[in-house]
């Protein structure tokens, strides 16, 4: 890879050049089934995408054509995703979440020939869906379902029942992996009645067909077609490039700590174009990437297992962390909320002088100490204990969370991009970060602020347009490159990016108010009773705001009261109380017009599922304003 840092010309040669370079390294690290963590080498990883490469193009996929990818994140995730590549085909990450409308959509738009799925479940969901998707081909799992079949894995992983008698049998990657098993073909791969064929139970064509498809490749080829989670209506599929991928990770090249040795811990999901580009970055740097184990809930209790030295995430995480610390001071006896506030202006002011390379003395110095030996040291072991720094994107994160983070000793590195700008427009880094802002452009990326406010990037990283949507893609795209990003936000004199809410969400009440929701929003979340807060105001004569509670807050304190903690509790009048201390916070910080007038808690938290959040969690404002709409009436006509 050059000099080690930066990639190669495509993303279909990326994994031979990484193994070339990096051997026998670990790449990849993930639980198995049994619970014990198994790592697999560049070389291994390499023998692997190999050859699934070679069954996909056995099994009849063409240069360009559509793969999709139906799965949660794990480690045959990237084996698939490679492969297509290097078999030349594009790739179409499909959210396991979406919805059947919105798979059917995908699939059906991109014009996907082959899925791969998860397991038998997600398969189903597929083949039920066949009659519409006249050009897909092929399905093909994962894994099984985990039925009582005998079974075969994949680097350690269920892959599903075994193949059909007399199937034929390929070499297991290379150093450092655990055996694999690649069983020949399935039976009725085209979906008359037999099973779908397993991902590592495919035919294989000749290596040196797959590595010629690689080579031909070039940085104008259709790399992805990732489609944006949108808030309002189906979602729009983004065509990038391979040029468009490499274009940001060499801009990023120098700007990212990382190399051998070092280990990141990845729960996002891999639809989601973040996850990919924290994919490529751990793997273009010789690291270690680590998967989670597939449950969420068990995510701080794995980064206590993994230790790893980078974890990006969105804001999410980290604010809950932040509520939990802060609850526990608080339970802590009289004054324990106070004490804890002193200790975060402490340690922010200690960040602060060791920024500009001084270190703290005197009485700054003795408080620092007890500060970190009681509350900074243990949440960095919550952390896992060797964290260097922390990415979060995706969405606002918290001023206030940002600053216990960076009191406990926990750099985190704030950016902004988007699908259509291949992820990255601007970040902070080490050697250029200020908090409060999404970074500087990155570079090769120009950024503007339009006469209305809208921030304007332009780059080699902007993507050529929409999918079969060039409406749309006119809308995004002016004539001279600039893409219109939808969001709000200014430059500083020194040239750093500040995000301050997206053009669509300003909220204009019925007196011209212009009012911006993710300030007072992101506020009111500090609380740890408050899960989602939403500000609703537009053509109404004041703001008001729909609050759900933190489920495993509510239920803890539901146990300490000897009460149910089955039961909802959004009408008690302590949780009640809990609530209005947390607008009245959020409402200190806002200027009149903004402030929250009146809320209601509601019985219930928002889901994918439901419709109220897009798969990247954010919110679909339209979808709750038409649900919740008798009371959102009620509390405006207060």
């Known amino acids: ?130 009659t519409k998707l006249p050009g897909l081909r092929h399905v093909v799992r994962i894994a099984g379902d985990g039925g009582g079949d005998a079974e075969d894995t994949v680097d350690g992983r269920t892959a599903g029942p075994a193949p059909a008698p007399g199937a034929a049998r ?157 609850s526990l001071a608080e339970s802590g006896g009289p004054g324990g909320r106070e004490r804890f506030e002193a200790a975060v202006r402490t340690g922010v002011e200690v960040a602060e002088l060791r920024a500009r390379g001084e270190e703290p003395t005197g009485p700054l110095r003795a408080a620092w100490q007890v500060a970190d030996e009681s509350l900074f040291s243990l949440v960095r072991a919550a952390f896992g204990g060797r964290l260097r720094w922390a990415l979060t994107g995706g969405a606002p994160i918290a001023p206030q969370t940002m600053d216990f983070l960076r009191a406990c000793g926990i750099r985190v590195f704030e950016g902004y991009g988007m699908t259509e700008s291949a992820g990255v427009i601007s970040l902070n880094h080490p050697g250029a970060v200020r908090y409060g802002t999404v970074g500087r452009p990155v570079p090769g990326c120009e950024v503007r602020i339009a006469d209305d406010g809208e921030v304007l990037a332009r780059g080699p990283g902007v993507f050529p347009g929409y999918h079969a949507n060039p409406a749309a893609t006119d809308q995004a795209l002016d004539p001279d490159g600039w893409l219109r990003t939808g969001d709000l936000g200014s430059l500083d004199a020194d040239g750093f990016l500040r995000i301050t809410g997206r053009k669509k969400d300003l909220i204009i009440t019925s007196g011209g108010k212009n009012l911006t929701p993710s300030l007072v929003e992101a506020a009111i979340q500090q609380s740890r009773w408050v899960s989602r807060a939403v500000m609703i105001g537009d053509a109404r004569p004041y703001p008001v705001a729909l609050i759900t509670l933190d489920a495993e807050e509510i239920a803890a304190w539901a146990r300490s009261e000897g009460l149910d903690p089955g039961r909802g509790y959004a009408g008690h009048p302590v949780v009640r109380a809990r609530c209005q201390e947390a607008v009245d916070a959020a409402n200190a910080q806002v200027a009149r017009p903004a402030r929250i007038r009146a809320f209601a808690i509601l019985d219930e938290d928002f889901t994918v599922g439901g419709g109220e959040l897009t798969p990247t969690l954010k919110l679909r404002r339209s979808a ?15």
Request: proline share 7%; net charge negative; charged share 20%.
């Open 1 to 130: 890879m050059r000099d080690g840092r930066h990639v190669p010309g495509t993303l279909a040669v990326f994994v031979e050049e990484a193994a070339r370079r990096y051997g026998e390294l670990p790449a990849l690290r993930f639980k198995s089934p049994g619970g014990d963590w198994t790592e697999v080498g560049y070389d291994g990883l390499r023998e692997t995408v190999r050859s699934v490469g070679c069954g996909l193009v056995a099994l009849g996929v063409r240069p360009d054509d559509r793969v999709a990818i139906l799965a949660e994140t794990r480690p045959e995730w990237t084996y698939a995703h490679f492969a297509i590549l290097a078999a030349g085909a594009v790739v179409v990450p499909v959210y396991p979440t979406a919805g059947e409308d919105e798979l059917a959509w995908v699939l059906g738009d991109s014009a996907a020939t082959v899925v791969i799925c998860e397991d038998t479940t997600q398969a189903a969901r597929v083949e039920a869906l066949r």
């Open 170 to 326: 390929v070499p297991g990657p290379g150093p450092g992996a655990r055996a694999v098993a690649l069983p020949g073909a399935w039976p009725q791969a085209d979906g008359d009645g037999g099973a779908p064929p397993l991902l590592g139970a495919l035919p294989r064509a000749p290596l040196a067909e797959l590595l010629a498809r690689s080579a031909q490749r070039t940085g104008d080829d259709l790399c992805a077609i990732v489609y944006t989670s949108g808030t309002t209506g189906l979602p729009k599929g983004c065509r990038l490039t391979h040029g468009n991928f490499t274009a940001v990770q060499d801009a990023t090249a120098d700007l990212i700590e990382g190399g051998p040795g070092d280990t990141t811990y990845l729960y996002l999901p891999l639809a989601h174009l973040l996850a990919q580009l924290i994919q490529l970055t751990s793997l273009r740097q010789g690291g270690t990437l680590c998967y989670f184990g597939g449950r969420i809930e068990s995510v701080v209790a794995e980064l206590a297992e993994v230790r790893p030295t980078h974890l990006p995430s969105v804001p999410r995480l980290f604010e809950k962390v932040h509520a939990t610390v802060a």
């Open 624 to 638: 709750i304003a038409n649900r919740y709409a008798a009371e959102i009436d009620a509390l405006c006509e207060r």
